[in-house]
């Protein structure tokens, strides 16, 4: 099943440049968690931001999330080309298992 | 930090063969493993939830007798694709979390397998 869906579906910027992407969710939840993968790669985890959390900051990384539109987004600042990768949302949910649901993911391009 | 190791990295095998896929924590024990598949250019698709001395519960559509899992002890977990067909080809993640970790903490992921079946 799939629970979040991440807009775009594909980014391309220069380096030094902001990056967003937004993701939206369907049900309730515990957390929103954003995942990082590099081709052909595991998940790296970024960022965590629980549910009674409007903002988180990590670094570079910029989290928000909306519970009342059910929408997260994740800005990366100053972006470089070892920022190239793909970028997922993943949410646990309330009333399921502790697994992690993921997005369909953007893909992050970032040119020098 | 928490470690998980996945082997192999890559397999190709002929169609109609069985491939095992192992997942390790290597420096904690996880009572609870996760195996994800994903297509290319696609999100990961949660296939079961693998714990330790019991049966993996399987996400819908995804046939138990196919995708064997087994979780004999609390650092292994393996993943058997039996009867590989052409359309099994994919990349296969597996995650684990901690027993300290609350369940709403983050996965630790393996780097994952791709598997080519011809």
């Known amino acids: 099943s799939q629970q979040g869906e991440e807009d775009p579906q594909a980014l391309s910027i220069q380096e030094g440049e902001n990056a967003t992407m937004n993701c939206s969710y369907k049900?309730?939840?515990?957390?929103l968690q954003w995942y990082r993968q590099n081709s052909g790669r595991g998940l790296v985890h970024l960022i965590l931001?629980?549910?009674?959390?409007r903002e988180k900051h990590s670094g570079r990384l910029r989290v928000t999330l909306d519970t009342s539109k059910k929408s997260s987004s994740l800005l990366i600042t100053a972006s470089r080309a070892a920022d190239t990768a793909s970028y997922f949302c993943a949410t646990t949910l309330f009333q399921a298992g502790t697994a992690l649901i993921f997005g369909k993911g953007t893909t992050l391009s970032v040119s020098s | 930090g928490a470690v998980v190791s996945q082997h192999p990295s890559w397999v190709i095998c002929k169609s109609g063969t069985s491939v095992k896929i192992e997942c390790r924590s290597l420096d904690f024990q996880a009572t609870t493993m996760f195996w994800y598949r994903q297509f290319p250019k696609q999100s990961l698709m949660l296939m079961a939830t693998?714990?330790?001395?019991?049966?993996?519960?399987?996400e819908q559509g995804v046939e138990k007798d196919k995708f064997l899992i087994n979780h004999a002890s609390l650092t292994l977990s393996t993943l058997t694709v039996t009867s590989a067909h052409p359309e099994d080809s994919s990349f296969y993640i597996c995650s684990a979390r901690a027993p300290r970790d609350s369940t709403a903490s983050p996965l630790h992921f393996g780097n994952g397998t791709r598997l080519t079946v011809t």
């Open positions: 049900t309730s939840i515990n957390n």
């Open positions: 931001i629980r549910s009674n959390e």
């Open positions: 693998s714990n330790e001395g019991s049966k993996a519960t399987y």
